[in-house]
């Protein structure tokens, strides 16, 4: 029998409704691994050590959390981007002359790149290595309730660096990690003596942070722009994973691409909001609803010169 006792549902309003089909996409559609779709439209989710329950509304959100705890509503503000800064995000991409992606955006409009905690993000992403969505929400999930600290009943925060770092073999192998077991607690040991290391990343340019990422263990470049994208909000980053690899060379004639081109293609064609633009074609592959080829000339991509990314693990 659940302990949990909850508030009252609240209203949150948004610039764009966001419809049951949507929130779903939204909530389990690879850019988080801590919700749960309940009954009656209802997801239940873990944000640090909030534990959340939202169902979509007419105007926006209905949310509700457990009594207790400071209000989070200026949290849920920001992860859902209640102020409506990506829509006008979304206006700047090349859809006017992009039928894939003006496809895209009609299929899923109002879909959201959700602002994560760049802890909780990392620590995902070091999972999803190979890995499935469901596959990656079950390590996660194993991950707190083997080392975090409990919120209720069966829910659990996700532990410290510090926690991490001193995991035993018999803990990381409980979490089903296999290999990424050494990519969590290499990049634990790294970071737990780096205490203000978000804040230190977070002034870097893109750039910067993705070389920074990838001198993590098991950071490599499409774990690196998702840390980017959903943990540091750079809309300009453009992760490229297997679903983006496919899209890319059907819609955009782009079969035989490496990866690190089909992300320079990506931010140079879709620009200083290129994470939405992928984000839209993601859901749209996975869907099965692409369009056609789009009519588009990749742009000859330009080297810069920079130094390589350090790589460990």
Same mark, same amino acid.
């Given at each position: *029998?659940?302990?949990?006792?909850?508030?009252?549902w609240?209203?949150?309003?948004?610039?764009?409704?966001?419809?049951? $089909?949507?929130?779903?996409?939204?909530?389990?559609?690879?850019?988080?691994?801590?919700?749960?779709?309940?009954?009656?439209?209802?997801?239940?989710?873990?944000?640090?050590?909030?534990?959340?329950?939202?169902?979509?509304?007419?105007?926006?959100?209905?949310? =509700?959390?457990?009594?207790?705890?400071?209000?989070?509503?200026? *949290?849920?503000?920001?992860?859902?981007?209640?102020?409506?800064?990506?829509?006008?995000?979304?206006?700047?991409?090349?859809?006017?002359?992009?039928?894939?992606?003006?496809?895209?955006?009609?299929?899923?409009?109002?879909?959201?790149?959700? =602002?994560?905690?760049?802890?909780?993000?990392?620590?995902?992403?070091?999972c999803?290595?190979?890995?499935?969505?469901?596959?990656?929400?079950? *390590?996660?999930?194993?991950?707190?309730?083997?080392?975090?600290?409990?919120?209720?009943?069966?829910?659990?925060?996700?532990?410290?660096?510090?926690?991490?770092?001193?995991?035993?073999?018999?803990?990381?192998?409980a979490?089903?990690?296999?290999?990424?077991?050494?990519?969590?607690r290499?990049?634990?040991?790294?970071?737990?003596?780096?205490?203000?290391?978000?804040?230190? *990343?977070?002034?870097?340019?893109?750039d910067?942070?993705?070389?920074?990422?990838?001198?993590?263990?098991?950071?490599?470049?499409?774990?690196?722009?998702?840390?980017?994208?959903?943990?540091?909000?750079?809309?300009?980053?453009?992760?490229?994973?297997?679903?983006?690899?496919?899209?890319?060379?059907?819609a955009?004639?782009?079969?035989?691409?490496?990866?690190?081109?089909?992300?320079?293609?990506?931010?140079?064609?879709?620009?200083?909001?290129?994470?939405?633009?992928?984000?839209?074609?993601?859901?749209?592959a996975?869907?099965?609803?692409?369009?056609?080829?789009?009519?588009?000339?990749?742009?000859?991509? $330009?080297?810069?010169?920079? =130094?390589?990314?350090?790589?460990?693990?």
């Amino acid at each position: *029998m659940s302990s949990v006792v909850w508030t009252a549902w609240r209203h949150l309003p948004l610039v764009q409704e966001v419809p049951a $089909k949507l929130l779903q996409e939204q909530l389990d559609g690879g850019q988080s691994f801590r919700w749960q779709g309940l009954e009656d439209g209802i997801w239940r989710g873990v944000l640090g050590n909030h534990l959340i329950e939202v169902r979509a509304a007419s105007g926006g959100l209905d949310w =509700r959390g457990r009594q207790g705890l400071h209000d989070a509503e200026p *949290m849920l503000r920001v992860y859902f981007d209640a102020a409506g800064e990506q829509a006008l995000a979304v206006d700047q991409l090349p859809w006017r002359s992009d039928q894939v992606l003006a496809a895209a955006l009609k299929s899923f409009s109002g879909l959201r790149i959700l =602002r994560h905690d760049p802890h909780e993000t990392l620590i995902g992403f070091l999972c999803s290595s190979n890995k499935r969505i469901l596959q990656i929400k079950v *390590m996660v999930a194993a991950l707190a309730r083997t080392m975090g600290e409990k919120i209720v009943d069966d829910y659990y925060a996700l532990p410290s660096w510090s926690r991490l770092a001193r995991a035993t073999d018999t803990e990381l192998k409980a979490c089903a990690l296999g290999y990424r077991a050494a990519f969590i607690r290499g990049t634990a040991k790294q970071l737990e003596v780096r205490p203000h290391w978000v804040d230190e *990343m977070q002034k870097l340019s893109t750039d910067e942070l993705l070389i920074e990422l990838q001198a993590l263990p098991g950071v490599g470049p499409k774990v690196a722009a998702c840390v980017a994208l959903f943990g540091f909000g750079r809309l300009e980053s453009f992760p490229v994973d297997t679903w983006v690899v496919q899209a890319l060379a059907s819609a955009y004639q782009l079969k035989g691409w490496k990866p690190e081109q089909l992300a320079g293609f990506g931010r140079t064609h879709f620009g200083g909001a290129a994470g939405l633009a992928q984000q839209y074609l993601f859901a749209a592959a996975r869907a099965g609803l692409l369009s056609a080829p789009a009519e588009v000339k990749p742009r000859p991509l $330009k080297r810069k010169s920079k =130094r390589s990314p350090k790589r460990r693990g």
